[in-house]
């Protein structure tokens, strides 16, 4: 499953120490020495305070560090136990190939009853997180968490992953690539054994979450969400730094679409669910930090793509929906809600019928510079309003996108 790295544990004393555990928490990692520490104590402390009796093991798997993270990690299992593990991820180097290590670990060499996922950039773990995680999945077989966050930040969420997602299963699941993730024994099983890990490339990277969620969902797994409160972590500039995050993640949810398309386009309904919400014991009351947005950077990349792209845009999109797009930049209006949902299924029925990889990675790759024209187009819309008006209108945006199923191939 891994070799052995100098510096982190021997697989075979993994297996020995996760054998007997009831509850394995993951926390895939790399280069977070500021704040690992922070999210392992938490996680101990919610052991400690609500399931004192349960054995556990935490397995921390590393992209092989460069900084302090592995030194942390270690420092904590000296003060707090053996039950925190380290295994270094050396299958690709992105979070989607440590949580397939911890899957394979959990499933193959423990019995554990679930598994729960946090990410090791957190800053706003505490006990009750663990709490909620745990009892969700005692009661749900996949968890996916409910945050509270500024109007700026999960942006892929809102505007890819959670609108696709509500499309093809009818069901508002508000964080589906959240990070924060519970599950039980079942589906734990059920990706161990899944081909997508190597079919679909971008599960080993950004693209995991999605993987998830939708694997669940195909499964016909009961889905729950915990409220875990604000998350403040390390979030970015959605005009600057996810360009890579937004290429793994569309491309991971586009494969995931198409091969669950027998369950999902089955799916006869003209009500949304709401997914059950699991609150209890209270995390403690956080407010969302700020997510600085540049409205200009996001003009430029989106002003950009036309020209870049123009050639492809031919090829993926009718020509009413090409005529929208130029009416936006002529406008000076960016790219509005109904239109992007129509670039989203161009896309998707362009890469569906797509054979070649490379082709698909250019798909992905002319979309982004577009959804900075939607986001160019949420700013203008919301840069005056406080975040909880701006997220109602993200809610209705949901809605309304949801009488557009057929353009996905739904009749």
């Not at 380290?86 to 190939?97: C, D, I, M, S, Y």
């Amino acid at each position: 499953m891994f070799p052995y790295v100098k510096g982190y544990d021997r697989l075979e004393e993994v297996t020995a120490r996760i054998s007997d555990a009831e509850i394995i928490v993951g926390v895939p990692s790399r280069n977070t020495a500021h704040t690992i520490g922070y999210v392992i104590h938490n996680i101990v402390e919610g052991f400690r305070k609500y399931y004192p009796s349960k054995k556990y093991a935490i397995i921390v798997c590393d992209g092989l560090s460069s900084d302090g993270t592995l030194g942390v990690v270690r420092v904590l299992r000296r003060r707090l136990g053996e039950n925190i593990l380290l295994v270094p991820n050396v299958r690709a180097p992105g979070k989607g190939a440590a949580m397939r290590t911890i899957i394979e670990l959990t499933a193959k060499y423990s019995s554990a009853t679930s598994l729960v996922f946090f990410d090791s950039d957190l800053r706003s773990i505490s006990p009750e997180w663990l709490a909620l995680m745990v009892k969700a999945a005692e009661q749900c077989g996949y968890v996916a968490p409910f945050y509270i966050r500024h109007k700026y930040d999960a942006t892929i969420t809102n505007f890819i992953a959670r609108p696709l997602t509500t499309i093809a299963y009818s069901i508002d699941i508000k964080q589906p690539i959240g990070g924060d993730f519970g599950l039980n024994r079942d589906l734990v099983e059920i990706l161990a054994e899944s081909p997508l890990w190597t079919s679909n490339p971008w599960t080993q990277l950004f693209g995991v979450d999605i993987f998830l969620t939708h694997t669940a969902l195909a499964n016909k797994t009961k889905v729950c969400e915990a409220f875990l409160g604000a998350k403040i972590h390390e979030a970015k500039d959605p005009a600057q730094s996810l360009r890579k995050m937004f290429v793994e993640v569309t491309g991971s949810l586009f494969t995931v679409l198409i091969e669950y398309d027998n369950v999902w386009s089955n799916i006869k309904t003209s009500r949304i669910r709401e997914p059950p919400l699991i609150d209890e014991p209270k995390p403690p009351t956080m407010h969302p930090i700020e997510v600085r947005v540049n409205p200009l950077r996001a003009w430029e990349e989106f002003e950009k793509a036309l020209k870049k792209h123009q050639d492809l845009y031919e090829k993926i999109f009718q020509k009413e929906t090409i005529e929208k797009i130029k009416k936006g930049i002529d406008q000076k209006e960016g790219i509005d809600p109904l239109t992007w949902i129509e670039i989203l299924a161009e896309a998707y029925n362009v890469f569906r019928r797509e054979p070649h990889h490379i082709i698909r990675v250019k798909i992905l790759e002319s979309l982004f510079g577009l959804w900075q024209g939607r986001l160019y187009k949420y700013y203008k819309e919301t840069w005056e309003m406080e975040t909880q008006e701006a997220l109602k209108k993200i809610d209705e945006y949901i809605r309304s996108y949801y009488g557009m199923r057929d353009l996905f191939g739904v009749k």
